[in-house]
């Protein structure tokens, strides 16, 4: 499972700052990913930006009135010699090729096609990526609406609504309020196949009704049975049940979870891919060890440098004068 974050993009950004030509006169995005990364590059270099429809009207260019941008003087989108027509990535490229067709119909200028994701296969039907990414991929901004989510695993609170507060919390009143009226927050638009919630069975029809009124579309809800949240917390069974869920069905390929804590635990009893919420990190199998293991090492080279140049710099400096 290969992963790119929103922080990954805009390094990469910065890395390949090189590879944009120098003679862009304005970036036009292909919607809604593409404007993303369409965005990130037009603000790092200061060039002018559109959309793709926008283009193709040839409606006025926006601008704000708190910077000089480059290229200020351009008006109309049609009026640049030459443009950078971006994707975030390509996998058919069909995407890319009608959006190209579509601007040659109504533009004479210069275009240069760039996606930030390529593969080995298919990096030649663009002029420039940012970077190779192979498939299985993912992206922090499509997970949630990715096809992947028909093999998924999704916890509940912290990722579809909100976790509930401490008062919230009570296994009574206030959390049945909660279940009932809890904000929801990523909605994915595609069935998920497995829900998968610490929330105890007893709370089961206020889940359903509640994923039902705001439009979650799932396969099997799995609950944990037992008789309180006391005893919930004794056992300290919320990672375990849910890697036990995960590893139960092998055709799922995912789960997003939460808490960082919980993620990398279910990761590591299920074997498979876990995505964090709360850290927008992916969790894969051997990863997170050498990730630990590189983090140690660099932290003991540090130390040893420091003691080395500590002891170096003793060397000159004067010994303390004994007072009589």
């Avoid at 922080?7 to 970036?27: F, M, W």
């Avoid at 590059?41 to 429809?53: G, I, R």
């Avoid at 279940?179 to 998968?196: E, G, Q």
Wanted: aromatic letters at 8%.
């Amino acid at each position: 499972m290969n992963y790119r974050s929103l922080s990954h993009l805009s390094q990469l950004s910065n890395e390949c700052a090189g590879k944009i030509p120098h003679d862009v006169d304005l970036v036009v995005g292909i919607p809604r990913s593409g404007m993303l990364v369409a965005s990130i590059v037009a603000l790092k270099q200061n060039l002018p930006l559109t959309d793709l429809y926008s283009f193709l009207r040839n409606d006025d260019l926006k601008k704000g009135s708190t910077r000089t941008y480059k290229h200020a003087d351009l008006c109309k989108p049609r009026d640049a010699k030459k443009v950078l027509l971006v994707d975030d990535s390509i996998a058919s490229a069909k995407s890319m090729h009608a959006a190209l067709k579509q601007v040659r119909a109504v533009y004479q200028g210069e275009v240069v096609t760039m996606a930030a994701f390529a593969e080995k296969n298919n990096c030649h039907l663009v002029d420039m990526y940012l970077e190779l990414v192979e498939q299985p991929r993912v992206f922090e901004w499509n997970i949630m609406h990715h096809p992947f989510m028909a093999q998924a695993c999704l916890d509940i609170d912290g990722v579809l609504c909100l976790d509930p507060t401490v008062e919230q919390n009570d296994d009574g009143p206030n959390y049945r309020d909660f279940l009932s009226c809890t904000r929801p927050l990523f909605i994915p638009s595609l069935k998920v196949a497995h829900l998968v919630t610490s929330r105890l069975e007893k709370y089961r029809p206020e889940t359903e009704e509640w994923l039902q009124r705001n439009g979650v579309q799932y396969g099997t809800l799995h609950m944990l049975d037992l008789p309180s949240a006391e005893e919930r917390r004794r056992l300290k069974i919320h990672h375990k049940f849910k890697a036990e869920v995960y590893s139960r069905y092998p055709q799922t390929r995912l789960f997003v979870e939460s808490e960082e804590r919980q993620a990398i635990e279910i990761m590591r009893l299920s074997g498979k891919p876990v995505f964090c919420i709360e850290t927008n990190e992916m969790y894969v199998p051997g990863h997170v060890h050498n990730l630990k293991a590189s983090t140690l090492r660099k932290t003991h080279s540090l130390k040893e440098r420091l003691i080395g140049k500590a002891k170096s710099m003793a060397k000159w400096m004067p010994m303390p004068q004994s007072k009589s």
